[in-house]
């Protein structure tokens, strides 16, 4: 089975702080992706990147990064220096051998104050 | 150009009533699907289909009938809405059924 776990509903910062949105996600298959979306207030869904299970190397986009460990079943993401626009929700998502649907985990609702 | 788009944004109608959502994108991708999200902004998906076909029905009440009648277009079918359909419905589609997922805007479904 297939499972996304993002145990912090909402988290609040205040700007120029550092934060990191957790993300656990359970499969029995050997080969799957992971994937974050943000979800600003306007409602649409913007992809921000996909990582392969085969490839555990982390990855720095600006002020985004992303830790993947298998060993814990883990795909975190940390914004550096948040932004009152990097307010949203943030949504994990896996694909596994049936690539044909994301399973999202819950979501987390990142508030960041000015 | 919107990569994935949907029509319309807002949806307001009865009980009981019929109604579409268009979508369509113009990325040249395979593989094309619909979710829904509730209010408490769980996203489930609905249906996946590949090169026009069928690929996914998760387990979605037949009152919803999507079809695609080339690769580039995905639209829903609603009959018989009810209260309990009210929610936003996204569309998006991916290269291949192993690449990310571009969403459409979503459709706000509000059924009174």
């Known amino acids: 089975a297939q499972k996304v776990t993002q145990a912090q509903t909402e988290i609040s910062v205040v700007e120029k702080e550092d934060v990191t949105l957790d993300c656990v996600y359970e499969?029995?298959?050997?080969?799957?992706?992971l994937f974050w979306y943000k979800q600003p207030p306007s409602g649409e869904l913007v992809f921000l990147i996909r990582?392969?299970?085969?490839?555990?190397q982390n990855e720095i986009s600006g002020r985004y990064s992303w830790n993947f460990q298998k060993s814990t079943s883990s795909f975190n993401f940390t914004i550096t220096a948040s932004q009152v626009v990097d307010s949203a929700v943030y949504f994990c998502?896996?694909?596994?051998?049936?690539?044909?649907?994301?399973?999202f985990g819950s979501g987390t609702k990142l508030n960041v104050k000015p | 150009d919107t990569a994935v788009s949907q029509t319309p944004k807002y949806l307001v109608t009865q009980m009981g009533n019929d109604k579409s959502i268009k979508c369509e994108q113009n990325?040249?991708?395979?593989?094309m699907y619909w979710y829904k999200q509730d209010s408490k902004k769980f996203l489930k998906i609905m249906f996946s289909?590949?090169?026009?076909?069928?690929?996914i029905n998760e387990t979605v009440p037949n009152r919803f009938s999507p079809k695609s009648p080339d690769k580039a277009h995905l639209n829903l079918h609603i009959n018989s809405l009810e209260l309990g359909d009210s929610a936003v419905y996204f569309c998006?589609?991916?290269?291949?059924?192993?690449?990310?997922?571009?969403f459409g805007q979503g459709t706000r479904l509000t059924v009174v």
């Open positions: 499969t029995r298959d050997t080969t799957y992706y």
């Open positions: 289909y590949n090169n026009k076909e069928l690929i």
């Open positions: 998006a589609s991916s290269q291949d059924t192993q690449g990310e997922a571009f």
């Open positions: 990325l040249g991708h395979d593989t």
């Open positions: 998502a896996l694909s596994g051998d049936n690539f044909n649907k994301f399973y």
């Open positions: 990582r392969n299970s085969f490839d555990e």
